[in-house]
């Protein structure tokens, strides 16, 4: 009798020793949602596509959420939300933490550029030409602008100098870079370019940067956008400049990674595959001592931020127009060939992939130990440890 009561009394105590083990797990996994913070297409407002998040070796797909249309999109996460456009004309708003819909809001076209998250604002462009700003948490539309050409880039923001005022700005296909009010939507600059903005705008906090299809890098003040300088990068750029200590990287359609001095204002060196040519229409993730970046030549390249020499490179089986980001002594990208890859930082030794089956464009969001990506099947993808 005695014995038969032990051997109970074990079995209750490593019975509580377990629910409490998996309730905790539970807390962990809610928390690293309600905390997963990834605001802005690359990260951060340097564009830079880096982020010291810790990923295990080997990831499992938590959830999908599928959309009408192709997702080209990339995805942003907070409040516990993960926010993203579709060809389909609408944005999500998709939970984290189990895949299902918040909200949608319809923008009567279609959208390809990557929402912004300010604050508790998402604001998005659709190829109409309209800007919206919604709210984060409901869906209603606070503002809208209507501007004459496309927006495919990015939103991004600044502060407004000595004042507790925010700006948002946004390229367009109308050849113009704006600038907006955050909170009113009121006009308070534009900038008139050459030809068509394709990418995103990076801001130090003092400057706009960005290039388009008139080959020339812009470097434009933040308060009034009166022009600063401008480089001539010597093709038409498709991607988005990325900054760090007063110098732009960005790739062109010509096959050349170029490292540009923002304070001298030219060329400081130029990469280019003497093995195989391929253009660059992905952006870079500027790490601390190397450039990442891929090609329509089927590879992501790594280089030396410094010198521009080739460190490694990695093939995959199609284009890479995906934007990687380093992700601690990881970096995660997508590729045409449908495959989500996660590499070594070190070397480019493949880690781990998972085939979804459908081309992926967009830039990830890797937040809260987990790695969110829109494909070209109109899904969302959410990887992590299946605690």
């Given at each position: 009798?005695?014995?038969?009561?032990?051997?109970?009394?074990?079995?209750?105590?490593?019975?509580?020793?377990?629910?409490?083990?998996?309730?905790?797990?539970?807390?962990?996994?809610?928390?690293?949602?309600?905390?997963?913070?990834?605001?802005?297409?690359?990260?951060?407002?340097?564009?830079?596509?880096?982020?010291?998040?810790?990923?295990?070796?080997?990831?499992?797909?938590?959830?999908?959420?599928?959309?009408?249309?192709?997702?080209?999109?990339?995805?942003?996460?907070?409040?516990?939300?993960?926010?993203?456009?579709?060809?389909?004309?609408?944005?999500?708003?998709?939970?984290?933490?189990?895949?299902?819909?918040?909200w949608e809001f319809n923008t009567e076209d279609d959208i390809e550029a990557s929402p912004l998250l300010?604050?508790?604002?998402?604001?998005?462009?659709?190829?109409?030409?309209?800007?919206?700003?919604?709210?984060?948490?409901?869906?209603?539309?606070?503002?809208?602008?209507?501007?004459?050409?496309?927006?495919?880039?990015?939103?991004?923001?600044?502060?407004?100098?000595?004042?507790?005022?925010?700006?948002?700005?946004?390229?367009?296909?109308?050849?113009?870079?704006?600038?907006?009010?955050?909170?009113?939507?009121?006009?308070?600059?534009?900038?008139?370019?050459?030809?068509?903005?394709?990418?995103?705008?990076?801001?130090?906090?003092?400057?706009?940067?960005?290039?388009?299809?008139?080959?020339?890098?812009?470097?434009?003040?933040?308060?009034?956008?009166?022009?600063?300088?401008?480089?001539?990068?010597?093709?038409?750029?498709?991607?988005?400049?990325?900054?760090?200590?007063?110098?732009?990287?960005?790739?062109?359609?010509?096959?050349?990674?170029?490292?540009?001095?923002?304070?001298?204002?030219?060329?400081?060196?130029?990469?280019?595959?003497?093995?195989?040519?391929?253009?660059?229409?992905?952006?870079?993730?500027?790490?601390?001592?190397?450039?990442?970046?891929?090609?329509?030549?089927?590879?992501?390249?790594?280089?030396?931020?410094?010198?521009?020499?080739?460190?490694?490179?990695?093939?995959?089986?199609?284009?890479?127009?995906?934007?990687?980001?380093?992700?601690?002594?990881?970096?995660?990208?997508?590729?045409?060939?449908?495959?989500?890859?996660?590499?070594?930082?070190?070397?480019?030794?493949?880690?781990?992939?998972?085939?979804?089956?459908?081309?992926?464009?967009?830039?990830?969001?890797?937040?809260?130990?987990?790695?969110?990506?829109?494909?070209?099947?109109?899904?969302?993808?959410?990887?992590?440890?299946?605690?």
């Open positions: 009798m005695i014995k038969n009561k032990s051997i109970f009394l074990i079995f209750i105590l490593c019975y509580l020793f377990l629910a409490c083990s998996e309730k905790k797990e539970s807390e962990i996994t809610v928390k690293n949602v309600e905390t997963a913070y990834w605001p802005i297409f690359r990260g951060d407002q340097n564009l830079s596509g880096v982020t010291n998040e810790l990923l295990p070796d080997k990831l499992e797909l938590l959830w999908s959420f599928k959309t009408k249309y192709d997702i080209i999109s990339s995805p942003v996460i907070g409040f516990g939300n993960v926010y993203i456009g579709s060809t389909d004309g609408k944005v999500y708003s998709i939970d984290l933490l189990n895949g299902k819909k918040v300010l604050d508790q604002t998402i604001y998005i462009g659709n190829l109409s030409g309209t800007f919206f700003a919604l709210n984060a948490l409901s869906g209603r539309i606070e503002w809208k602008y209507e501007i004459s050409g496309e927006i495919i880039g990015s939103a991004n923001w600044a502060a407004v100098p000595n004042s507790s005022k925010k700006q948002v700005l946004v390229g367009s296909y109308d050849t113009k870079m704006y600038c907006f009010d955050a909170e009113t939507g009121e006009l308070k600059w534009t900038y008139e370019t050459d030809y068509y903005i394709n990418g995103a705008p990076a801001t130090d906090g003092q400057h706009v940067v960005f290039g388009g299809c008139d080959e020339k890098l812009y470097i434009l003040s933040v308060i009034d956008g009166t022009k600063k300088g401008e480089v001539w990068a010597g093709s038409y750029i498709a991607g988005s400049a990325a900054l760090l200590d007063n110098r732009a990287y960005v790739g062109h359609y010509d096959s050349k990674l170029v490292c540009i001095d923002l304070v001298e204002q030219k060329i400081v060196w130029e990469y280019e595959d003497e093995e195989r040519r391929g253009e660059f229409f992905s952006s870079p993730a500027v790490g601390k001592d190397r450039i990442i970046i891929g090609s329509r030549d089927y590879f992501l390249h790594c280089v030396d931020r410094e010198t521009g020499q080739k460190i490694w490179k990695f093939q995959t089986r199609d284009e890479v127009d995906s934007s990687p980001v380093i992700v601690n002594d990881k970096v995660v990208f997508g590729s045409t060939d449908g495959r989500l890859y996660m590499l070594n930082l070190e070397d480019g030794r493949e880690i781990w992939s998972y085939e979804i089956g459908a081309p992926i464009i967009g830039c990830p969001a890797v937040s809260g130990g987990m790695i969110v990506i829109g494909a070209e099947d109109g899904c969302v993808y959410a990887f992590g440890e299946n605690k």
